[in-house]
């Protein structure tokens, strides 16, 4: 009752999309748009990006990132920085053993503070 625009729009999307769950723990066919994938993640992976269709989203997860970095899986990244100094907190990044070269393709500044910068892998 109490949901934004934003949030009644994302949820509409959110219905619609096809979801890909990592996890060495939840198994089975998942459900309506839902896969899970355990095993041979990184092969599983390799054949979803060479479906026809569009991105591979991936939302709050380091762990995942940090996995699909390691495999050479992630060709654009989004990153979005806000305006709060945290001190601490989960690092994405810190597990790369060598860099990964990125080109700015765009920037975007959001009224609320927040700056997205869109890279994609040189």
Request: hydrophobic share 40%.
């Amino acid at each position: 009752p109490n949901a934004t625009k934003h949030d009644i729009n994302h949820s509409a999307w959110y219905s619609k999309v096809d979801k890909i769950v990592l996890s060495n723990s939840m198994q089975g066919p998942g459900g309506d748009k839902t896969r899970f994938i355990g095993e041979n993640a990184v092969t599983e992976i390799q054949k979803i990006k060479a479906e026809e269709g569009k991105d591979i989203l991936i939302f709050g997860s380091p762990s995942v990132v940090r996995f699909l970095m390691a495999h050479g899986l992630i060709d654009e990244y989004w990153l979005f920085v806000n305006p709060v100094i945290l001190g601490k907190g989960i690092s994405v990044f810190n597990t790369a053993d060598k860099p990964i070269e990125l080109k700015l393709d765009s920037v975007h500044m959001f009224d609320c503070g927040v700056t997205g910068l869109h890279y994609l892998k040189s």
